[in-house]
C-alpha cells in the first residue's frame, strides 16, 4: 500500500512523463485518432485539462461542480500552456492536502478523500499518458508502483456492472503476461502495435 507522500511523488514523475508528451503532440497534428474512441488529441487533451482543474479546485475546496471538469478548447498554441497550469494546480491542491479531509467528486457524486482522488488521479494521468503515447505511434509505460496501482483499479473498474464508464471502454480479457498491458485491456484499450 503506498502512501500518500509517495503517491505525490510517483504523480509527480507521471505529470512530467505526460507533459513531455504533451509537448511532442502540440508540435504535430491534433486531429489524429486516439485510442479513446471518438476523440481526437485535441479532444482528449481538453478531457486531461478538465479532469485536472476539476480535481484541483474539487481537493482545494472540498467540492468542485460539474462546469469545474469542463475541458477547454485546445490548439497547437495553446496546448502546452493549458496542460503546464493544470498539472500546476494539482500540484498546489494535493501537495499541502489533509489526507483525512473529504472531498467530493462531483463527476462521480461520490465523496472520497485526497488520497484516494489522487490515486484515481494517478490511473487516469498514467492511462491517458499512454493513449498520447499510442496516438503519436509511440508507447509509454509508468514506474511498477504505479502499474500495480492502476491494475488493481482497473480491475475494480472492469469489474462494476456495465464495465468502465466514460472515457474507458469495454474491458478485454486479462492475458496475464504483463501487469501494465492487462491494466489497459481492462480499461478497454487494445496495446497492440497497429497492424499486429
Known amino acids: 500500500m503506498l502512501t500518500y507522500s509517495e503517491m505525490l511523488t510517483l504523480h509527480d514523475a507521471a505529470l512530467a512523463d505526460t507533459t513531455a508528451l504533451v509537448e511532442r503532440a502540440a508540435r504535430g497534428d491534433l486531429g489524429i485518432a486516439t485510442p479513446c474512441e471518438g476523440w481526437d488529441l485535441a479532444d482528449l487533451l481538453s478531457h486531461m485539462i478538465g479532469q485536472n482543474l476539476g480535481f484541483a479546485a474539487a481537493v482545494a475546496t472540498g467540492d468542485a461542480d460539474e462546469a469545474a471538469y469542463a475541458g477547454p478548447d485546445v490548439a497547437p498554441a495553446n496546448a502546452v500552456g493549458q496542460w503546464d497550469a493544470s498539472a500546476e494546480a494539482l500540484r498546489a491542491a494535493f501537495g499541502p492536502a489533509d489526507e483525512a479531509a473529504?472531498?467530493?467528486?462531483?463527476?462521480?457524486?461520490?465523496?472520497?478523500?485526497?488520497?484516494?482522488?489522487?490515486?484515481?488521479?494517478?490511473?487516469?494521468?498514467?492511462?491517458?499518458?499512454?493513449d498520447v503515447?499510442?496516438?503519436?505511434?509511440?508507447?509509454?509505460?509508468?514506474?511498477?508502483?504505479?502499474?500495480?496501482?492502476?491494475?488493481?483499479?482497473?480491475?475494480?473498474?472492469?469489474?462494476r456492472p456495465g464495465g468502465s464508464p466514460g472515457v474507458f471502454g469495454e474491458p478485454l480479457a486479462e492475458t496475464g503476461a504483463d501487469p501494465w498491458l492487462d491494466a489497459l485491456r481492462l480499461l478497454g484499450r487494445d496495446p497492440r502495435p497497429v497492424g499486429a
Do not use: C, K, N
Not at 472531498?103 to 492511462?127: C, G, H, K, N, Y
Not at 503515447?133 to 469489474?159: H, M, N
Open 102 to 130: 473529504v472531498v467530493r467528486l462531483a463527476e462521480f457524486d461520490i465523496q472520497v478523500t485526497p488520497a484516494v482522488a489522487l490515486s484515481m488521479q494517478l490511473l487516469d494521468t498514467a492511462v491517458h499518458a499512454w
Open 133 to 159: 503515447a499510442a496516438a503519436l505511434g509511440d508507447t509509454y509505460r509508468p514506474d511498477d508502483a504505479v502499474t500495480e496501482l492502476v491494475l488493481d483499479f482497473a480491475r475494480q473498474i472492469a469489474s
